[in-house]
């Protein structure tokens, strides 16, 4: 005679455990998504000190990030109010440049193990590739407040004007004066 189907569950601590190991998942995850939505103002505002001074990124990519460069001896930087990179593909193009380009690799560890498209020092080298050194390098956390003062301020905000510059600076300052009010 046929036995009815009786699922087979886990003993009682068994499930006790994967319930308490997907709840702490969810737990981790979900404070990293809620602050990649809304990032902390003091995080922006690092971000943008960050910019400006640690990777001194106006020099190539203007105080604004459109692109018009601080320094003449710097390489042109792409106009960021542009950009179509997304999130990831953003902070991948900090932590690792853009072989072939002047910009540099801000992650101390660029090229040494792969990680940054899957390319080595030695596979650089034989494609004849030199990157730009960076005027520092950034931890992670940096790269990231730098990411959130770029989608806060930025990235996707349009041309600059006299009230997004103000905006950008927090007051009038001499860098608004060139846009007409």
């Known amino acids: 005679m046929r036995q009815p189907f009786q699922p087979v569950h886990p003993p009682r601590g068994r499930r006790a455990v994967f319930v308490f190991a997907a709840l702490a998942g969810a737990l981790l995850v979900a404070p990293a998504h809620l602050a ?51 999130r990831a593909a953003l902070i991948m193009t900090i932590k690792c440049g853009l072989p072939g ?44 407040y730098i990411a959130d003062f770029l989608y806060a301020k930025v990235i996707g905000k349009g041309p600059m004007n006299h009230e997004k510059c103000i905006e950008f600076w927090g007051q009038e300052t001499e860098a608004c004066a060139e846009f007409p009010k």
């Open 36 to 86: 990649a939505q809304a990032p902390d103002p003091s995080d922006i505002a690092e971000g943008a000190r960050l910019f400006r001074q640690k990777g001194n990124c106006q020099s190539c990519h203007g105080w604004a990030g459109d692109g018009r460069k601080m320094d003449t001896q710097m390489p042109d930087g792409a106009n960021l109010r542009e950009t179509r990179l997304d």
């Open 101 to 144: 380009t002047g910009m540099p690799p801000f992650d101390k560890f660029a090229y040494s193990d792969g990680r940054c498209y899957g390319l080595k020092q030695a596979d650089l080298r034989k494609a004849g590739q030199r990157m730009s050194d960076p005027p520092a390098t950034l931890q992670n956390r940096e790269i990231e």
